[in-house]
């Protein structure tokens, strides 16, 4: 299994994702959850950019669906109770606003593990023509799934408190859609760089473990013709994701 090994901070890769989580600071129900969707998607073409790489239009969609760990709420929003208890407990939150804090530190913390994760898996080749992607896109939804990311939220709660006017400041990080504009942000998690990325490697080495858990073509497996020998199974062994440094 490949190692992740230690990777230089770059703000770009993490600048739409602490938007993302900063979205709940918002204190307008609803408005909160289309600025997050809408930093959400942004995410997978800003870190292929960084990288020199382009994503097909369905693994941008992908990359850029709501986990389970990141929002639940939305899809839920058809459903009447389900609204109304999402409306109390945004409003609440407004008015307690330490709760938002506490909320969009766990969302800023998640969705630097996504973020970390998506480079890691632009930068192995998995999303590249000819690779796997569907594969590589099951596996990174499933470790997002499992994740613990409980060990940011300290530091990712020292970023969601140091804005003051969150408002105007995600609205021109929106609209200019420039990781320039939110970059005293990155200054926290610059700063505790080295401490934070080992809980950042966790999710990658998670991938690692199962991208090589891969299943084999449907031809590999299929069933030998009668009076045919087995033979072999075709194709190289699968290896983990290079180490991307």
């Not at 950019?49 to 709420?73: F, N, T």
């Not at 409003?91 to 996504?114: E, F, P």
């Not at 990174?140 to 990712?156: I, K, Q, W, Y």
């Amino acid at each position: 299994m490949a190692r992740a090994e230690p990777r230089d901070f770059d703000w770009r890769v993490y600048a739409d994702a602490t938007c993302a989580g900063l979205s709940a600071l918002i204190p307008i129900p609803l408005v909160d959850l289309a600025f997050e969707r809408s930093f959400r998607r942004r995410m997978p073409a800003a870190i292929a950019r960084v990288h020199g790489r382009k994503l097909r239009p369905e693994e941008r969609a992908r990359l850029g669906r709501s986990s389970s760990r990141l929002l639940s709420v939305a899809g839920c929003l058809m459903l009447p109770l389900a609204g109304v208890r999402y409306l109390a407990r945004v409003v609440w939150r407004k008015v307690v606003y330490v709760l938002a804090v506490a909320d969009a530190a766990s969302l800023v913390s998640a969705y630097w593990h996504r973020a970390y994760l998506m480079e890691h898996v632009i930068r192995a080749g998995h999303l590249d023509p000819g690779a796997d992607a569907d594969w590589a896109l099951v596996v990174f939804s499933r470790v997002l799934d499992e994740a613990d990311t409980s060990p940011l939220v300290g530091l990712a709660r020292q970023v969601a408190a140091a804005p003051r006017r969150i408002g105007g400041l995600l609205r021109r990080a929106r609209r200019q859609d420039s990781p320039g504009v939110t970059e005293t942000l990155g200054e926290i998690l610059r700063s505790h760089w080295g401490a934070a990325e080992g809980s950042l490697q966790a999710v990658a080495l998670r991938y690692n473990e199962l991208y090589v858990q891969r299943p084999p073509p449907p031809s590999e497996t299929a069933a030998p013709q009668a009076g045919a020998g087995v033979a072999e199974p075709a194709g190289a062994r699968l290896d983990g994701p290079p180490a991307v440094g």
